[in-house]
């Protein structure tokens, strides 16, 4: 049996015990090639201080640096959100070895000050590599941006959707309307949208049933708790679950919102997610959703911030003939079918192996 190829998995993202969903799909990624190649990680898990956040990186550039002699030039160096460690990887363009970078999203949204001055060191790197993209959107993005050769990149969805995890397994119909949201709890993920909307819905009584339910973590998850107490609508927020128990969760729900605004948004793998499950989506029109939503038929569309149109489209949905719902569904189901992560992955690895 002859000798797998190496890969050295670079990732300042990574899962814990303590954060399972996390860089899962880093984690994903990992289990799917690790048939294929010889798998050793460099990686960061979350961490909260600033100083721990510090000796972290500190840690995770001196791994990488000790790849520039344990790296061989038959050795792949797969590196996930490459913008944060880009200084560390100038000598392995310099040694010619075979770096593959796989951008997510916000690392090629050079929109601080900070991330301008680490795409210094990145962009001389990004013709030297092969790249990796979540979606067909991004691609075109990257091409008009720096002008890189279409022969260097694949689009590779993030992982894909695991169907034997997310898959419809409703255990029975609600009495209430299930409206659900799932996203990290910061502001550029349009949680506030989110809760404006409802807060219309309740405010003109147009849906008298109507729960909530959010899963996610993060900074905003305090002022989300009292904005929602507020409104007077029960809820439940659940934090940091597996797939399994997230693809329990989809089940519940009726319909997924996705309101993020934020520009960086790649691809939205929540979304196709909740479509597995049978689950419309009703997105925002921007970036990744843009790839895998059509109106009207497996979910819909409304304008970015546009919390009033948002209502508007929950409405819409929830007013539909239960026939109309269940087509939505099915069309849903086809959608995420395309992203099956068996398929994607198998392509994936194929790609690998000819470079």
């Known amino acids: 049996m002859s000798k797998k190829q190496r890969l050295y998995l670079v990732s300042n993202m990574y899962p814990s015990t303590e954060n399972v969903r996390y860089g899962i799909f880093v984690k994903n ?27 972290g990186y500190l840690k995770l550039y ?55 001055a680490l795409s210094f060191f990145l ?31 694949f689009v590779y ?23 659900g949201f799932v996203s990290n709890f910061i502001e550029g993920k349009g949680w506030r949208i989110f809760l404006d909307a409802l807060k219309k819905i309740k405010s003109e009584n147009s849906i008298t049933n ?16 009292d904005l929602l107490a507020d409104l007077d609508i ?7 679950i597996s797939q399994k128990e997230l693809a329990a969760i989809y089940n519940q729900m009726n319909v997924f919102i996705f309101p993020t605004y934020r520009e960086e948004e790649s691809l939205g793998l929540v979304g196709l997610e909740a479509m597995a499950c049978g689950i419309p989506v009703i ?33 819409d949905f929830y007013k539909l003939p239960e026939i109309e719902k269940n087509k939505m569904k099915r069309n849903a189901i086809t959608t995420a079918q395309n992203y099956d992560s068996l398929t994607v992955n198998k392509d994936l690895v194929a790609f690998l192996k000819n470079l």
């Open 123 to 153: 962009k001389p790197g990004l013709k030297k590599s092969t790249i990796v993209l979540p979606s067909n959107y991004y691609k075109e993005k990257l091409i008009a941006k720096f002008n890189i050769s279409k022969s260097k990149l």
């Open 62 to 116: 001196f791994q990488i640096i000790q790849l520039y002699f344990k790296s061989g030039k038959n050795d792949l160096v797969y590196v996930h959100f490459p913008l944060h460690v880009a200084l560390a990887l100038v000598p392995l363009w310099w040694l010619n070895r075979k770096v593959v970078l796989n951008f997510h999203g916000s690392d090629l949204i050079f929109n601080t000050t900070f991330k301008k």
């Open 29 to 55: 990624f990992e289990i799917a090639v690790s048939d294929f190649f010889e798998v050793e990680k460099v990686v960061l898990t979350k961490k909260y201080s600033f100083l721990s956040k510090f000796l």
């Open 234 to 240: 029960k809820f439940e927020i659940i934090s940091n």
């Open 210 to 225: 109507f729960e909530i339910l959010m899963v996610g973590d993060g900074p905003d998850k305090p002022e989300i708790e």
């Open 283 to 315: 997105a925002t029109k921007i970036g990744g959703p843009l790839g895998y939503i059509v109106d009207n038929e497996n979910g819909f569309l409304f304008d970015i911030k546009n919390a009033t149109m948002l209502a508007e489209k929950i409405l």
């Open 157 to 179: 969805p993030s992982g894909g959707i695991n169907s034997k995890v997310f898959s419809p397994n409703r255990k029975s119909e609600n009495s209430s309307f299930i409206i």
